[in-house]
């Protein structure tokens, strides 16, 4: 959010939380999204972009499971 008030009160969650599991619905549905241009290009045989979109899918892959461990450890009072 760029508000510059707190709007925790009406999603019952946090900004800060809240930005996080976002970014990790964001990550996981890019990762989604990634694995049918991938097939796109391959179906083209365009090996070039296939593999920038396969690089582009581990990092959303790390990116939500990095988010997810922050998730987890939050959730769990850490």
Do not use: H
């Not at 083209?44 to 790390?62: M, N």
């Amino acid at each position: 959010m760029t508000s510059s008030t707190e709007t925790g009160g009406v999603t019952g969650t946090p900004d800060k939380d809240y930005n996080l599991i976002w970014y990790v619905e964001a990550c996981l549905s890019n990762a989604l999204r990634l694995e049918s241009y991938i097939q796109d290009a391959e179906r083209e045989k365009d090996s070039e972009v296939a593999d920038l979109f396969r690089k582009a899918q581990a990092d959303s892959r790390k990116g939500a499971e990095l988010g997810k461990g922050l998730l987890r450890a939050r959730l769990n009072g850490g």
